[in-house]
């Protein structure tokens, strides 16, 4: 009879759901039962089967999440940084611009100085060769 | 002004919880992957209203709320009992029988399932477990002690007298 009882607080006893008295009650009726503390041991492997394995979710959930926070940030923006950012990107557009022109332009009279180069050394030996 | 909360964060600490949970209630690696991201996805929408207090609960109740609409969807509650019959496998040693509690875990009706999901992973006391399912405290108690029950019932007539003796 007082097994039954005992039986029916054990899941609340493990998730310490149950009142002083009640826990003193389950502690010594265990600690007296043999019948009571195996199924206690049963509960608790029950218990730990439930819990025992986190399953991971894939790596594209993480990537998609972090993908829609930053738009998410973007779009959430306050209204002033909005023109700050789109000047910044103007600027940095500008920047690359020159620099790579500037970059296109130096190879374009690169190549021109060794053409002009080229055409005085070969002057130059026709020179040397009359 | 409150501390903003960090999804990246939020997601590390408990994208697993959620996943697990969400997949001990559909069944189905997809839908709970749908499920985890929807959660996530719902935080960042309301991410300037959320406050850490609670917050893991809140989780929680979102995850449940879209995995019950996911399985009300898909009409999943018929999944067959007698699949997870036939997945049982036959040798059983201690691994062996923590895979069959899993799956009779899952033969456990949804209704008490869930409450006993949120007990066990979540780790949520009963007051807590009643507010993520929106039920009394005496429900939900006697919910999970019912599955209890009868996975305790099942798992002696499944596993080996001596895991039980163990």
Known sequence: MMCQRIKLLLYDYTKGELSKIEIDMVKSHLEKCNACRKEMVFLEKIKSSIRQELLEPSDKILYKIKKINFENRLINLPVFFKPLIAFAVLVIFLVGFIYFGNLIKQGKTDKLDKFYQDIYDISVDFNNLS | ?166
Do not use: H
């Open chain 2, 1 to 166: 002004m409150p501390e903003r909360v960090n999804i990246e964060e939020l997601y590390k600490a408990y994208s697993r919880m959620v996943y697990t949970i969400a997949y001990r209630i559909v069944k189905n690696k997809a839908d709970a992957e749908d499920i985890t991201q929807d959660v996530f996805i719902k935080l960042i929408q309301i991410q300037d209203s959320l406050r850490r207090q609670n917050l893991k609960t809140f989780i929680y109740k979102i995850t449940v709320n879209k995995s019950i609409d996911r399985l009300r969807n898909k009409k999943m509650q018929t999944v067959k009992n007698e699949d997870i019959k036939e997945e049982l496998p036959k040798k059983k040693d201690s691994n062996e029988n923590n895979i069959i509690l899993n799956l009779l875990m899952e033969k456990i009706d949804i209704e008490q399932r869930i409450p006993i999901l949120l007990s066990e992973i979540g780790g949520f006391s009963y007051k807590e477990i009643s507010e993520i399912l929106e039920t009394n405290i005496g429900t939900i108690k006697s919910r999970i002690n019912r599955g209890i029950n009868t996975l305790k019932q099942m798992a002696k007539e499944e596993i080996d007298d001596d895991v039980s003796e163990n």
